[in-house]
């Protein structure tokens, strides 16, 4: 799922409670209208924006996150500094391919560098923290029995 495609089922489950990621796919003809009207390009540009959105889904997994203020954001490029529960220091890049780390230290940029790029923030984490892992799963199992005590 590309990241225009993942941040637009995001915003759609936030908006229905019974939402399924094989439903974008049944869209006929959404991706053709939407390029058509400009959506893709007019929603898909601000990356600060996007970064801080990032930001705000993971931080209670992690130690510290924010979007750098040392390195220039652009209309399609942002930086955003991270820290793991285990103590590492990541730059990363987040541009329409996904996000990738790019240094190992806060505002660090390494051009010889060349990570995978990852469709979601939940993936690069997945792989780069455990106890990132340990820390989503517990949140999700806590949601879940929320839900049934709840519901």
Known sequence: MSLCKHVLYLLL??????????????????????????????????MKLEAEAVVND??????????????????DVAYINVETRERNRYCLELTEAGLRVVGYAFDQVDDHLHTPYHETVYSLLDTLSPAYREAFGNALLQRLEALKRDG
């Open 13 to 46: 489950c936030r908006m229905e409670t019974d939402c399924n990621p094989m439903e974008l796919s049944s869209m006929s003809g959404f991706e053709e209208d939407a390029e058509l009207n400009g959506f893709e390009e007019a929603d898909m540009k601000d």
């Open 58 to 75: 993971v931080l209670f997994a992690v130690n510290n996150m924010f979007v750098s203020k040392n390195l220039r954001c652009a209309d």
